[in-house]
């Protein structure tokens, strides 16, 4: 579905050009004369982005963009100031007030598209980005898969998994849970930040399922990496007495004690050059059945596809705790 803008702006001619260009370039635009029909339509509608001019009658942008913000129903919206009034003082109220961005009259339409688009798409993943560690969630992650795939754009995909998290959770409780998944988020980050290259995407597929995507030649290096740092740093997620006993005790559903593992990662890694996959779903389960294969051994562990033809995956260790991985 097309994207809807809503323009508002007291000058006919202003929206009208603001009307025909942005409907060229396939969004669904509205338009409103005043703030009081801006807050009107917005609050009926709930656009995907508002452009606001400051200086109207009886209503101007400031107050426009403060009764969106104080709304639930368009507390989200982002906002655009589009705006002949150019000063610093302006600027820096318009942000304060709860806008996005700000576009100085006259302006480019190539800047303005431009503008538009960010902001959308920052939007898009915002709403779409894991609450507890702001990482792009699945809709995302798939798109992006789905892109280079579309794209025959060669790249490595790391399916990151926490082993014993169950485990972990039910022990520790779930607050220390949710920290565990925010230190594994920050390992990831890090470790592709230093190893990986300047256009991979990380994803957090859902509770403690995390992905990466890089280039081919840097995938095995950030697998590699993500696992030696988490292996270096994870001891501070136990208590002292259970690192000693080394094991965590757990009940079983009758409330006997059960001995488990401490965390661990699974790194599954699967790689797709020249036209080896024609759809992100198929990533997604090679990735999966190599999970299951890693997690069947115990400790952190990279498991590498070999493929010998496109429908006959491989798993292959490519370390564990207990080597260099």
């Known amino acids: 579905m097309k994207e809807s803008i809503l323009i508002v702006d007291d000058e006919p001619h202003i929206r009208r050009i603001l009307q025909f260009l942005l409907d060229q370039n396939g969004y669904q635009v509205y338009t409103a004369a005043n703030g009081q029909e801006a807050l009107q339509h917005a609050r009926a509608h709930v ?23 104080a709304d639930y129903r368009t507390s989200q919206v982002p906002i655009i100031i589009v705006t002949a009034k150019g000063e610093t003082g302006d600027k820096v109220k318009g942000f304060e007030g709860g806008a996005n ?18 902001t959308l798409d920052w939007s898009r993943s915002q709403r779409q980005a894991n609450p507890l560690t702001g990482l792009p969630g699945n809709r995302a992650i798939e798109a992006e898969l789905q892109n280079r795939i579309e794209g025959n754009r060669s790249f490595a995909f790391l399916y990151i998994d926490i082993d014993n998290f ?19 988020a ?13 256009d991979d995407f990380i994803g957090h597929i859902g509770g403690d399922d995390f992905c990466v995507i890089t280039n081919l030649d840097t995938g095995e290096a950030v697998a590699e990496e993500i696992v030696d740092r988490f292996e270096e740093r994870c001891s501070f997620l136990m208590e002292a007495e259970d690192l000693k006993r080394g094991y965590i005790e757990v009940h079983d559903r009758q409330g006997n004690p059960m001995r488990a593992g401490f965390p661990s990662l699974t790194v599954a890694l699967v790689t797709h050059q020249g036209g080896g996959f024609r759809h992100w779903a198929k990533v997604s389960d090679v990735a999966a ?5 890693g997690k069947s051994h115990e400790g952190s562990i990279v498991v590498k596809e070999r493929r010998s033809s496109l429908d006959e995956p491989v798993a292959e260790s490519v370390g564990t705790d207990e080597e260099t991985v």
């Open 289 to 293: 059945e190599l999970k299951a294969y």
């Open 47 to 69: 656009p995907d982005l508002i452009l606001l001019d400051l200086m109207m009658p009886h209503m101007d942008g400031f107050e426009v963009c403060n009764h969106l913000r």
């Open 166 to 184: 169950k485990a972990y959770n039910d022990h520790y409780g779930y607050t220390k849970g949710d920290e565990s998944i925010k230190f594994v």
């Open 101 to 118: 961005d700000y576009l100085t009259k006259p302006y480019d339409n190539q800047e303005l598209l431009a503008r538009v688009r960010i």
């Open 186 to 198: 920050s390992i990831i980050r890090e470790a592709t930040a230093d190893v990986g290259s300047k």
